[in-house]
Structures are given as C-alpha cells and as structure tokens.
C-alpha cells in the first residue's frame, strides 16, 4: 500500500498506509497536509517504516484476514 498510495486523516494528514496512521506516523515530507500535495515530492519520499511493517502483507496484502506460511 505505501508504494503507490496515502492514507488521509479526518483533520487532513497524510500518512504512508493506515497502519501507519493509527500509530500517527506521518509522510516523511515537511509538506505533510493533503492542502500541501505534491504527486512529485511524495512519489519519490522515503517510506516511515517501523516494527509493524510487513504485518501488512499478511494474506497477500489483500485484507486483514492474515496468512500462515
Ligand atoms: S505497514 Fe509498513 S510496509 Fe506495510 S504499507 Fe505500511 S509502511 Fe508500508
């Protein structure tokens, strides 16, 4: 999901996927409001990554149903 979309808080934030969202880890750009845009800044920004990441791949990445492998 942080490789080719944004999550967006209710007050406008960005943020690299919801799970990122709920731990309030936003788009590492100062430009982090969705009034602050930029396909071009955001397309090429560094992914915030943390302990949880990959939990997001978890039954193809297609839903929070998870995956044994
Ligand atoms: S949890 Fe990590 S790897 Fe998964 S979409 Fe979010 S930032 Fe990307």
Known sequence: MCRNTVSISWDGFMYDCDFNQML???????????????YERLSVRNIVLNHHCYGCTAGSGSSCGG???
């Open 24 to 38: 309030n880890l936003k788009v590492a750009l100062p430009e982090n409001h969705i009034t602050q845009f930029d």
């Open 67 to 69: 995956e044994v492998a």
